[in-house]
C-alpha cells in the first residue's frame, strides 16, 4: 500500500452524563479521528487524546498540530503499521498522536488482506467482559444510583474514580449496598501521595481488585514503596507508557496488574509487547479506555480478547458515554461484547452519523 495522506477530523460527541474524575469533569468528547487513504485502501485510527492535557501531557489540538507538522510528513514511503512505529520512533513522546496514525494504517493494510485486528494480535476469544468506570458524584446516593443501573444492564466489573475526600466511605457504601462478592476497583488517577499510605491502606478491608494509579506519573519508586504498605494490589495506567517502562515497574514491585491502553503508549502493536511481557512475568492486564468511539472501541475489544487479559477492562458498550454513536453502537449481551472478526477493525463509521458529529476535517498528505 502506497499512503496518499491522512484526512483528519474532529467530532463531537456529547455524553450521556458529566464524567467526573480527579483531574477533572468530561461533558463532551471532541475526538481526533484520523483516516489513512492509500492507493488501494484506507483505514480509521482514533485518537485518545482529551481536549485539556491533565491526564497525561497530550490534547486534541496538540495531536492535530505534531501529526500535521512531525509525524505524517515523516511517512513517506511507509506501508504498513510496523513501518509507521519505525518512522515515528524519532519523535519524543506524542504517543497517542502516533497511535492514531498507527491504528489506521493498520486498519487499511489489515482491510486489504482481509484479516481482523482480533486475528493480527492473538486473539483467544470470541467475546469479552464488561467492566464499567464510575465517576465521582455529588452524593453517595447519586452513585449508588448509577452503580445499581449499571449492574442491572449486566455489566460484571465496577471501577470507581476515588480521590481524596471521596474514597473509603464511597467503597464502604458500595460494598455495604451490593456485596462482598461484587468485583470491585479504584481508579485515583494520581490523586495521592505516599503520605496518604495509612489512609489507602484502609481500603485493605474491602476486598478490592485492585487500586489504579494512586501516585503521580513518574513515581515508581514511590509505587514499589506503597505496594509493601497495602494488601491491595496496585495496577499502574498513567506510569506505563512503554513495554520497557512496564517491564521495569514488574521487575521493581511497583505494579502487579497493568491497565493497557493503546494510546498511551504508542499503539496496538507496543499494547501488545506490554501484553507479551506481563504475561511472562504472570502478571494480569486488563485493557483501559478513554471514552473512545465505536472505532476505537472495536480495537480495544479485539485487544482484550488476547490470552493475558485475564481480567475485564473499561471495555463498555456504546451507550455508557454516548446516546449516539458514530459507528453501529456496541451492545452488551450477558455482561459482554462480541470481538469483531471482519477485516481490520471490523466496523466503519456511518457517513450520516459521521457527517453529523463532524465539526472539522483536514488534509495532510505524504510526500512520496
Ligand atoms: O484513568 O482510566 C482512566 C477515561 C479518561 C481518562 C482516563 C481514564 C478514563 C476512564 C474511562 O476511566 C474508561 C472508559 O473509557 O470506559
Ligand atoms: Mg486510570
Not at 481490520?344 to 498528505?365: I, K, M, N
Request: proline share 6%; charged share 20%.
Amino acid at each position: 500500500m502506497r499512503l496518499a495522506g491522512f484526512e483528519l477530523r474532529r467530532v463531537a460527541m456529547p455524553l450521556v452524563t458529566p464524567f467526573r474524575t480527579s483531574f477533572g469533569t468530561q461533558r463532551e468528547r471532541d475526538v481526533l479521528l484520523a483516516k489513512a487513504v492509500g492507493d488501494d485502501a484506507e483505514g480509521w485510527g482514533e485518537c485518545v487524546a482529551l481536549s485539556d492535557p491533565l491526564y497525561s501531557a497530550e490534547y486534541v489540538d496538540g495531536a492535530v498540530d505534531v501529526m500535521t507538522r512531525f509525524l505524517i510528513p515523516a511517512l513517506a514511503g511507509v506501508s504498513d503499521a510496523v513501518g509507521v512505529g519505525e518512522a515515528l520512533r524519532p519523535f519524543k513522546g506524542h504517543p497517542m498522536a502516533k497511535a492514531a496514525l498507527e491504528m489506521a494504517v493498520l486498519d487499511a493494510e489489515l482491510r486489504l488482506a482481509g484479516r481482523s485486528f482480533a486475528r493480527e494480535l492473538g486473539s483467544v476469544r470470541d467475546r469479552v467482559p464488561c467492566g464499567v468506570s464510575v465517576g465521582i458524584f455529588d452524593t453517595v446516593e447519586a452513585l449508588l444510583d448509577q452503580v445499581r443501573g449499571y449492574l442491572d444492564q449486566g455489566y460484571v466489573r465496577i471501577k470507581l474514580k476515588i480521590e481524596p475526600g471521596w474514597d473509603v466511605a464511597v467503597v464502604r457504601a458500595v460494598r455495604q449496598e451490593f456485596g462482598d462478592g461484587l468485583p470491585l476497583q479504584v481508579d485515583a488517577n494520581t490523586a495521592y501521595t505516599l503520605q496518604d499510605a495509612r489512609h489507602l491502606a484502609r481500603l485493605d478491608d474491602f476486598g478490592l481488585l485492585l487500586i489504579e494509579q494512586p501516585l503521580p506519573e513518574d513515581d515508581i519508586l514511590g509505587h514499589a514503596q506503597l505496594a509493601k504498605l497495602l494488601r491491595t494490589p496496585i495496577c499502574l495506567d498513567e506510569s506505563i507508557t512503554s513495554a520497557a517502562t512496564a517491564a521495569a515497574a514488574i521487575r521493581l514491585g511497583a505494579t502487579s496488574v497493568v491497565n493497557i491502553k493503546p494510546g498511551r503508549v504508542g499503539g496496538y502493536l507496543e499494547a501488545r509487547r506490554i501484553h507479551d511481557v506481563a504475561r511472562a512475568n504472570g502478571v494480569a492486564v486488563w485493557c483501559g479506555g478513554m471514552l473512545e468511539t465505536g472505532l476505537g472501541r472495536a480495537a480495544n475489544i479485539a485487544l482484550a480478547s488476547l490470552p493475558g487479559f485475564t481480567l475485564p477492562g473499561d471495555v463498555s458498550a456504546s451507550n455508557r458515554f454516548y446516546a449516539a454513536d458514530i459507528t453501529e453502537p456496541w451492545v452488551m449481551s450477558e455482561g459482554c461484547l462480541d470481538v469483531p472478526q471482519g477485516p481490520g477493525l471490523g466496523v466503519a463509521p456511518l457517513p450520516d452519523a459521521l457527517a453529523e458529529a463532524t465539526t472539522w476535517t483536514g488534509w495532510v498528505p505524504v510526500a512520496n
